[in-house]
């Protein structure tokens, strides 16, 4: 937690560094790799262990701060071999095509946030070696996607800066034992079962600019 803190202290106190001209990015290309980190449904938090997301689209950012984006997106989780009732490998993997709209602002030449918002929609493959077992692999879910981003950019050059990102993401989809394999319900409710699965992210990001002016 206080490493956070640290980030956030620098990133504002750039914020904080004024210079006469400002920056109005125009179209970018952008690649983030974050670590979700599940958080609501009980047995997806129990079972599974994210290791990677990654995310990469072109978006467009308006004078008036307003930006509009379209790209992919994959994430995969690992099935937490220590917490599941009985022996069962593999993992989650999901592959997202989104829409993303979201508010920038450069406070300076050095230093921008950016708030957005990203939807779509997933298709979340369960491969484990139950489901092949079964000759059901991999289980393949379709859900809506939703994920809300704040990201403090730090430029560094005139084409390309770099941004910390912390977020929570949604994909509505249930999630029980069955999906990977497992033929009891673990001691869980069945009623949480039908809980979206959220998550939180954390990561780094970079973005390359390809038209920016100067006011």
């Keep these: 937690m206080k490493k956070i803190y640290s980030i956030l202290i620098i990133f504002l106190s750039l914020s904080s560094y004024s ?5 109005t990015p125009k ?16 047995p997806f938090n129990d079972f599974m262990q994210g290791l990677v997301g990654v995310s990469t689209y ?32 593999g993992g989650v ?28 929609y997933s298709h979340t493959f369960f491969d484990t070696d139950l489901n092949k077992d ?5 289980i393949d879910v379709g859900s809506t996607f939703a994920e809300f981003t704040t990201a403090l950019i730090l430029t560094a050059n005139e084409k390309s800066s770099y941004r910390w990102i912390i977020g929570y ?13 497992l033929e009891t319900n673990g001691g869980y409710d ?4 039908k809980r979206v699965t959220t998550y939180l992210v954390v990561g780094f990001g970079y973005t390359y600019y390809f038209g920016k002016s100067g006011n």
């Design 19 to 23: 210079n006469a001209q400002s920056i």
């Design 134 to 138: 079964e000759g059901v692999n991999p």
């Design 169 to 181: 993401g949604m994909q509505g989809f249930g999630f029980s034992p069955q999906l990977i394999g």
């Design 190 to 193: 069945p009623a949480n079962f």
């Design 93 to 120: 993997h999901s592959g997202t095509a989104f829409f993303k709209v979201g508010y920038d602002k450069f406070h300076n030449d050095r230093f921008a946030t950016d708030f957005s918002l990203k939807t779509g």
């Design 27 to 42: 179209y970018s290309f952008n690649v983030e790799l974050c670590l979700p980190v599940a958080m609501s449904n009980k």
């Design 58 to 89: 072109g978006q467009y950012s308006f004078p008036f701060h307003l930006n509009l984006g379209a790209g992919v997106r994959y994430s995969y989780f690992t099935i937490n071999e220590f917490s599941v009732p009985s022996p069962v490998f």
